[in-house]
């Protein structure tokens, strides 16, 4: 029997491979395969959804839903990812109560939080810290200094996420090998390592740095049980990850394939839809928001086979 390590004794899971929060391609069907398989499942923003609501608290509802299909699909531990909110960002504070309030009426023992300063969200740590929830915090523009921030600030564990990362993309260019080694000298509690980790080399990696688990995300869009549509899958098998382009979008930089739309030069100063693409299909009018990883995956498998591929590197 191998030891426990922190993480899987924090979270109750048997290998710390983490399934990251993806805005609509997240789903309980994911969630709950990847904590049966072993690893932990997280529900993020819209998951399980087809629309947009707009509305809060109609938002909020359909999020308390997704965790009891959840918990219908799988008794292992999974979590929840919470947006804190985010200065300058008007819909970040419109959305946060009514989540949290759920979060909390359901149960959810781990949430991780993710924002871009932890101290704007500290009246949500608090609400989550009375409750006795497990608390994972990811900054967005993760440094040596905000790791040290959230430590101070009492979260249990941080991902730490370095510029190869799918989604948005941090505001400080630092790759995953020189933040998570710099990170992980810096604070006691555990780091988790994000950003172009997608096999059992890049895990090695991670851990050689000091890391404690994984968060992947890209490599998790491309399972039997995400909701990415079958378009964007088959568009991330074919890229190359020399083929990938970091575009402005209002909500800022993100690094996608480069379809023929963004050839052709749109897509630059808007905000393209990841729905559109990746959950809907339709390439032509969204994008496809991958990490660096996605020149390196060639299969669609499921979610129970990348965890067992993963758990080698922590055997
Ligand atoms: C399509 C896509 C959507 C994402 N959406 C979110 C999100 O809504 N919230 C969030 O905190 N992170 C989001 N992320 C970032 C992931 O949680 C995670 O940090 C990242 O995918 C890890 O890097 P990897 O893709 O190299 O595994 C997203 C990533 C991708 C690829």
Redesign the pocket.
């Known amino acids: 029997m191998k030891n426990e390590s922190r993480i899987e004794k924090l979270l109750g899971i048997r290998y710390p491979i983490i399934q990251?929060?993806?805005?609509?391609?997240n789903s309980a069907e994911l969630a709950a395969a990847v904590s049966n398989a072993g690893g932990m499942g997280v529900l993020?923003?819209n998951a399980g959804r087809k629309d947009v609501t707009g509305d809060p608290l109609k938002t909020a509802e359909l999020f308390r839903e997704e965790i009891r299909k959840t918990r219908a699909l799988t008794d292992k531990p999974f979590a929840v990812?919470f947006?804190l909110p985010i200065e300058g960002v008007e819909i970040s504070y419109r959305y946060a109560k009514p989540l949290m309030d759920v979060i909390l009426e359901e149960g959810v023992k781990i949430v991780?939080t993710?924002g871009k300063d932890i101290t704007q969200g500290l009246e949500h740590i608090d609400r989550l810290k009375s409750a006795g929830a497990i608390i994972i915090h990811?900054e967005?523009s993760p440094t040596v200094e905000n790791a040290i921030t959230a430590e101070k600030a009492g979260v249990h564990a941080i991902?730490v996420?370095g510029q190869?990362?799918?989604?948005?993309m941090s505001d400080n260019r630092i790759s995953t090998l020189v933040l998570v080694s710099q990170v992980t000298d810096a604070v006691k509690i555990p780091v988790i390592a994000?950003?172009?980790?997608?096999n059992v080399k890049t895990a090695n990696a991670a851990i050689a740095m000091g890391a404690e688990g994984v968060?992947?995300?890209?490599?998790f869009?491309m399972t039997c049980e995400s909701p990415t549509s079958e378009a964007a899958k088959q568009a991330i098998l074919a890229v190359r990850s020399e083929d990938l382009v970091v575009i402005n979008t209002r909500a800022g930089d993100v690094r996608v394939v480069a379809t023929k739309r963004i050839k052709n030069g749109q897509g630059d100063s808007e905000v393209g839809s990841?729905k559109t693409a990746?959950l809907d299909g339709d390439l032509d009018n969204g994008i496809i928001?991958?990490?660096?990883?996605a020149g390196g995956i060639s299969t669609i498998a499921s979610a129970k086979d990348i965890v067992e591929e993963m758990a080698a590197a922590f055997a």
């Open positions: 990251a929060s993806m805005v609509w391609l993020g923003p990812n947006l991780i993710s990811r967005i991902i996420t190869e990362a799918g989604g948005h994000a950003g172009g980790i997608y968060y992947m995300g890209t490599r869009l990841i990746m928001s991958v990490s660096e990883s």
